[in-house]
């Protein structure tokens, strides 16, 4: 099916909110031992970075359905983007700990507004294509992901760790300027109220799920660079371990966008990445030789799990109304979940002296996942508003 003019705007706009969704928080995995040395901070408390935005991104994401009724999805999204650039960029600048941590809240619950809208703009500008709807922002969260990982060290090589904040900060900006100028396009401003999901099991199923893949893509990101530095690589190097990683989850993450509304089952998606990953994450446990590999495969699995899992919710719901409700517990709960991952897996790294433990329980989250994966029945059926 031919996209017409305003679905190819709507894939393309949404590929740009993706984008700049993640650079604040996957930038850091490479950057924290640069950020330890200058704030005079633990593993654990580094690690804090990465946890804090993640658990704001849960416990604020049940306040996007009241964002929606009030300002509506393009609204929302515009001002998500601009708290994560604006309150990113005087994060960048501010000194001590006790403050970078503090700014780091906002920042997430930037975030948390834009990730828990994206998918009802998604049921809103392309109602019969939800997978590759969800893929556009995926891929743009992936590529984002890709870019801050392969850029962090480089950037903060020119004037400090702060300098690649700055950057990221900037970007979002810019797309909230670009997201601005979508004027030509009719802001759906109400949003019926509907009550949070908690008694469907369907709901739960689906925040344990997405708990599950976010904990292997932040717990991963966060700390597999500084594991290959423990390990002798150098940051560099180590950098761009995690990048081929995230560039490989776009790839398969867009495969998935093309096919998963035509093809397969998303059990059989879910069941087959989780497996994946669970193999990566047993060979880097073991540090069985060809990183490399292991880390495209790692990719492969990411790519594929957040591009349907993020569809999930368009699939169990009838109309946007319980997207946005159904988003919001599946985000909710699930980044609660795995904003603790981060710094549990650095805990375990700081008590054992090495990483082993903290990636034999990331190979459990993903055979856990696996496990999951069969009990997972979801229909397929796109119901437009």
């Not at 099916?1 to 928080?25: D, E, N």
């Not at 005087?90 to 403050?99: C, E, Y």
């Not at 433990?357 to 009990?375: E, H, K, M, Y």
């Amino acid at each position: 099916m031919l996209l017409t003019r305003t679905s190819r705007s709507a894939v393309v706009a949404l590929f740009l909110a993706g984008l700049v969704l993640r650079p604040q928080i996957v930038g850091i995995g490479p950057l924290l031992p640069r950020i330890e040395s200058s704030l005079g901070v633990s593993h654990a408390v580094a690690g804090l970075l990465a946890t804090i935005p993640v658990l704001c991104m849960g416990v604020f994401a049940p306040a996007a359905p009241s964002v929606l009724r009030v300002v509506g999805s393009h609204r929302a999204v515009v001002l998500s983007l601009a708290v994560i650039g604006f309150v990113g960029l005087v994060r960048a600048f501010a000194p001590g700990p006790a403050l970078v941590l503090a700014l780091t809240v906002p920042v997430g619950v930037g975030i948390a507004i834009g990730g828990t809208v994206l998918p009802v703009v998604v049921r809103e500008e392309l109602p019969t294509r939800p997978a590759l709807g969800t893929g556009s922002y995926t891929s743009g969260i992936n590529i984002g992901a890709a870019i801050a990982s392969l850029t962090a060290v480089p950037l903060a090589l020119i004037e400090g760790w702060r300098t690649a904040l700055v950057v990221y900060a900037i970007a979002a900006g810019v797309v909230a300027v670009v997201w601005t100028r979508r004027r030509d396009l009719p802001d759906r401003t109400v949003v019926e109220r509907v009550p949070l999901p908690f008694r469907r099991p369907i709901a739960w199923m689906l925040a344990a799920t997405f708990a599950l893949q976010s904990s292997l893509f932040y717990g991963f990101n966060a700390w597999l660079p500084e594991v290959y530095v423990d390990r002798g690589w150098s940051q560099t190097a180590a950098g761009g371990l995690i990048a081929v990683a995230n560039l490989t989850a776009l790839v398969f993450g867009l495969a998935t966008a093309v096919t998963a509304d035509r093809f397969g089952s998303r059990r059989l998606y879910v069941g087959g990445a989780a497996a994946a990953a669970t193999v990566a994450g047993a060979c880097f446990a073991g540090s069985v030789p060809s990183a490399w590999f292991w880390a495209v495969l790692l990719g492969a699995a990411l790519g594929v799990l957040f591009t349907i899992v993020m569809t999930l919710p368009l699939d169990a719901a009838e109309h946007r109304s319980e997207v946005a409700a159904m988003t919001a517990v599946m985000l909710g709960l699930g980044y609660v979940v795995s904003a603790f991952a981060p710094a549990v897996l650095g805990f375990a790294r700081d008590r054992t002296g090495s990483f082993t433990l903290s990636l034999v329980l990331l190979t459990v989250d993903a055979a856990i996942l696996l496990a999951l994966s069969p009990f997972l029945r979801i229909h397929t059926t796109s119901r437009p508003t």
